[in-house]
């Protein structure tokens, strides 16, 4: 079945540093991808989505591109700040599947250090 | 503040008792669900619910039973649960289910922390 994979964490930074959370995913079909965070205490927010091959979805200075050659779609961040520190699950809807339902990764916790 | 709640925030159960979680959205939506997420684990889908009628069940085991009075409403019923049941159980809504490219507008609730003994 479809699934998605990312990186395990934590991973932690420094202030300013460069970020990449990497992904990828297994679908039969045609799936939209996502990035959810989940800061401390909260419930989880959609961040970014890209819909179809080559697609960029950006937010809040970060960024994922929807490669279809290397099922991937990596999160990337210039500079991250400490209220970046949250974590980060990427997820994916199939087209056809089962309305409504996200496949989600396992989350990957970031912590940015000042 | 995404417009969905959930009470409560917290909540330690015995092995023996009946408990209910809730969750209220005042955005119009159409459209709810409850995730489970246990430490370590994807997010698991565990019901959707659809203009009040329950759409999806993921072989969720009988002693969670959910209940959708109204749109604006979803509960989660608890009875005789398992240690392995402690988990974050998340509402979450959207403004259809089943149309193209909305199904990913999810809004999620803060979650209840569920402690079973």
């Known amino acids: 079945g479809d699934s998605v994979t990312q990186m395990e964490g934590p991973v932690t930074l420094s202030e300013e540093a460069f970020l990449t959370i990497n992904c990828t995913y297994t679908?039969?079909?045609?799936?939209?991808l996502f990035w959810y965070v989940q800061y401390p205490g909260e419930g989880l927010q959609l961040l970014l989505k890209?819909?179809?091959?080559?697609d960029k979805g950006s937010n809040k200075g970060f960024e994922a591109t929807y490669r279809k050659e290397t099922t991937s779609f990596h999160l990337e961040k210039g500079s991250v700040q400490v209220s970046d520190s949250a974590v980060y699950f990427c997820?994916?809807?199939?087209?056809?599947?089962?309305?409504?339902?996200?496949?989600f990764g396992k989350g990957t916790k970031l912590s940015v250090k000042p | 503040e995404t417009g969905v709640t959930q009470t409560p925030r917290h909540l330690v159960m015995g092995m023996t008792n009946k408990k209910s979680l809730k969750c209220e959205q005042h955005?119009?939506?159409?459209?709810m669900y409850w995730y489970k997420q246990s430490a370590k684990k994807p997010l698991e889908l565990m019901f959707v619910?659809?203009?009040?009628?329950?759409?999806e069940n993921n072989s969720v085991p009988s002693r969670f039973s959910p209940e959708c009075p109204n749109s604006s409403h979803l509960f989660l019923h608890l009875h005789t649960l398992q240690p392995e049941d402690s988990a974050l159980y998340l509402c979450?809504?959207?403004?259809?289910?089943?149309?193209?490219?909305?199904?990913?507008?999810?809004?999620f609730g803060s979650g209840t922390q569920l402690s079973v003994l």
């Open positions: 997820a994916l809807s199939e087209c056809g599947g089962s309305q409504g339902n996200l496949i």
């Open positions: 955005l119009g939506h159409n459209a």
């Open positions: 890209a819909t179809k091959a080559d």
């Open positions: 619910y659809s203009l009040e009628e329950r759409v």
């Open positions: 979450a809504s959207s403004q259809d289910q089943g149309l193209a490219g909305l199904y990913e507008k999810l809004f």
């Open positions: 679908a039969t079909g045609y799936p939209s």
